[in-house]
């Protein structure tokens, strides 16, 4: 019987760090990476999943592409927030107060 060979990890995806930070910072620090993330992070996963095997990375890629997902959201939602407050400063600022 041969000796069996050990088995050989697939090298990470060359963008599957970059996947990963921008995920981090799209969640924690700054919420205009997040959009990138999730972007990339789409087409990082289906660049591993063409590759049947011989690219790895893909948990880490897909862990980015979930905190791009999550920071987009939170961005949205602090833009609506956002939003209405200036359109009630706006309404506000210019309801008439005098009480003649």
């Not at 910072?25 to 990339?40: E, I, M």
């Amino acid at each position: 019987m041969p000796p069996q060979g050990g088995y050989f990890r697939p090298p990470d995806h060359p963008q599957a760090t970059l996947v990963m930070v921008l995920g981090v910072l799209g969640v924690a620090f700054c919420g205009l990476c997040a959009p990138f993330a999730w972007l990339k992070g789409k087409s990082t996963l289906a660049e591993i999943d063409a590759s049947n095997g011989t690219v790895g990375g893909r948990s880490q890629v897909y862990a980015g592409y979930i905190m791009g997902i999550i920071g987009t959201v939170m961005l949205a939602f602090a833009l609506l927030i956002g939003i209405l407050a200036a359109v009630l400063i706006l309404i506000g600022a210019s309801a008439d107060t005098s009480t003649y």
